[in-house]
């Protein structure tokens, strides 16, 4: 029986940036979907920076953390940074409990200063170009 | 193993049924009185304890139940697998150990959000993993 | 019949003789009489004896009666066993709760009674109940006791040992009060107190907005680990309540903190960035200083100013604002 896949992680572009925002429980084959989705999306829109959000997340655990972690790597590769929005208190304390690293994530309250902090840093590097 | 009123089971034997683990110790941790934070932690740990058995045995069961104490209540949570059993299990709760492919955080950083933490478990004799999370009154 | 001597009362049994004879014939008959008043008294002693028996034995029935009616009546739960554990007697209160047959129960041993079954806790307790009683010693404890339908009764429980007539112990009497009402009490009071702690804790940890986006949270007195966690869970929860990327933490009232509260606050100062919002520590003592270089802790993960007021003029330049030397 052929599987269909209803399940899609939704992934929007504003400005220069991809937003996507994370409301189901991401399981293996729904994750694996997820990374390819965002990557083909980054190479067509040539976007900057990624947005994360994790606002509708109640658990974060070693899987969650690795997918996360490998996207930002992946996105790293195609010369976007990306920045998780909308943790929850709850999540943050039992990340660092845990003793969870996200390495390679920048971290914003939310969407807005999400954006404002991936303008700055796409900004920083464009300088950094021009003056190089 | 009889089941009371305030057990429950889940079988673990895909990535879908780690979700329904985690939901049902949430809700089992709520009604008891324990605050947000806390039935967090004990979700996070049960998710690392039911992906363990599906990535190491492929199957097992979770099962929650309330236990009583001393005058103290808490949360139990005993994860059975027969899968191929664990050789080292220093070496499994050491921080970094990575192993099939997760993060390998799993079972060491569970350790540091529960009260107790127990693992039985030998080469050829399947594991179990029992933790426990007093509810605590401050 | 009676006649009076001068001996007293005396009392005559009449009776006739009839006199035959050797043919048979009926010659006559003799009246005798035979003085029957010891025997008359031995018989109303007797009766006496008997009434009196009768009398007694009717009370003591009586008094088991009432007792039994006591017992049964209680809301509490009685059980009496003999010297070996075996239950002889439970009262109505547990048979008319559990809906039990008497027959199932008596000869029972009671530590092996489904209602310890439930955890090796009870069931110890209920062995040790059981035997203090039976060795002279009472002792009050707190078990919980669960029913046929599952559910969990908290009882106040105690045993008192049954001596009999020589003073040994035959037996004891175990008595389980059923003390939900007094633990819903408890947990009231408790819950009461919690909500006032928290009421006392929220004044004394007041998380002020200070400026737009950001917060300050001067920390007063002494900080033990569990108020250190309440801290962090109140400050994370206000960070994104306020949406405020910047968190002053002045820790000038703060004397001394142990590796607990240490830790507390780094975690603290990591989930905050983990949230999106930076922290600034000001005010720390000398102490504080020594405790958390000696401990390790990784101080490049957060900037430090002398006082609240540099911790503002650095979150404000760090916001563009334009800050006057005053």
């Known amino acids: 029986m052929k599987e269909i896949d209803y399940e899609q992680i939704p992934i929007l572009k504003i400005e220069d940036f991809l937003i996507t925002s994370i409301q189901i429980p991401l399981h293996d084959r729904l994750a694996v979907k997820f990374q390819r989705d965002l990557l083909q999306k980054i190479e067509k829109t040539k976007a900057k920076g990624l947005v994360i959000d994790i606002t509708a997340i109640d658990v974060v655990d070693s899987f969650i953390t690795r997918i996360l972690v490998e996207i930002a790597k992946m996105a790293k590769l195609m010369g976007v940074k990306t920045v998780l929005v909308g943790m929850r208190p709850e999540i943050a304390i039992t990340l660092v409990e845990f003793g969870m690293e996200l390495e390679g994530i920048m971290m914003a309250l939310n969407l807005e200063s999400g954006i404002s902090l991936l303008r700055r840093v796409t900004n920083e590097t464009n300088e950094e170009r021009n003056v190089g | 193993m009889k089941l009371m009123d305030d057990e429950r089971v889940v079988e673990v034997k895909s990535e879908y049924d780690i979700v329904i683990a985690r939901a049902v110790v949430r809700a089992i941790a709520k009604d008891m009185g324990f605050g947000l934070v806390d039935q967090t932690r004990i979700a996070t740990a049960v998710s690392e304890l039911a992906r363990n058995i599906v990535v190491h045995a492929g199957e097992g069961i979770i099962l929650v139940r309330e236990i009583i104490k001393g005058g103290s209540r808490g949360v139990e949570v005993l994860a059975i697998d027969q899968g191929p059993g664990i050789s080292d299990i220093e070496l499994v709760l050491r921080d970094g150990y990575s192993s099939k492919g997760s993060l390998g955080v799993g079972l060491g950083g569970a350790k540091r959000l529960v009260d107790e933490f127990e693992i039985k478990s030998a080469p050829g004799k399947g594991t179990t993993v029992r933790i426990v999370k007093w509810l605590s009154v401050r | 019949m009676e006649i009076f001597t001068d001996e007293g009362k005396k009392i005559l049994k009449k009776s006739f003789e009839v006199l035959k004879d050797d043919d048979g014939n009926v010659m006559g008959c003799v009246e005798c ?8 008294a031995a018989e109303e002693e007797a009766e006496r004896a008997r009434d009196f028996y009768a009398d007694a034995l009717r009370e003591a029935k009586a008094m088991q009666e009432f007792y039994a009616d006591v017992l049964n009546n209680l809301q509490t739960f009685v059980v009496v066993v003999d010297e070996n554990g075996k239950i002889e007697f439970i009262n109505d209160a547990i048979l008319n709760v559990e809906g039990l047959p008497k027959e199932e129960v008596l000869g029972k041993d009671f530590v092996e009674m489904y209602w310890w079954q439930h955890s090796e806790d009870a069931k110890e307790t209920a062995r040790r109940i059981l035997e203090d009683a039976l060795s002279g010693k009472v002792t009050f404890t707190e078990v919980y006791a ?10 106040l429980a105690y045993g008192v040992p049954l001596r ?3 003073n040994s ?3 004891a009497l175990l008595v389980g009060q059923d003390i939900t009402e007094k633990k819903e009490l408890e947990r009231k009071l408790q819950e009461t107190i919690q909500k006032l702690k928290a009421a006392q804790e929220e004044l004394s940890t007041p998380v002020v907005q200070v400026w737009d986006s950001v917060l300050a949270l001067p920390i007063i007195g002494v900080v033990d680990s569990d108020r250190a966690m309440k801290i962090m869970e109140t400050l994370l929860n206000k960070i994104v309540e306020t949406q405020s990327e910047f968190v002053i933490l002045d820790v000038t009232g703060v004397a001394s903190i142990d ?9 603290t100062v990591q989930a905050a960035s983990l ?3 930076e922290c600034i520590i000001t005010g720390i003592k000398p102490e504080v200083a020594q405790t958390m270089i000696q401990l390790g802790l990784e101080i490049d ?3 430090t100013r002398r006082d609240l007021q540099d911790g503002l003029k650095y979150v404000l330049r760090r916001r563009g604002v334009q800050v006057a030397e005053g």
């Open chain 3, 33 to 40: 009489f035979m003085d029957i008043t010891g025997v008359k």
């Open chain 3, 146 to 155: 669960m029913t046929r339908r599952g559910r969990l009764i908290p009882l």
């Open chain 3, 164 to 166: 009999q007539s020589d």
């Open chain 3, 169 to 171: 112990i035959r037996g």
């Open chain 3, 259 to 267: 590796t607990e509260v240490a830790n507390h606050l780094m975690k």
């Open chain 3, 275 to 277: 949230l999106g919002a």
């Open chain 3, 301 to 303: 993960k957060f900037v």
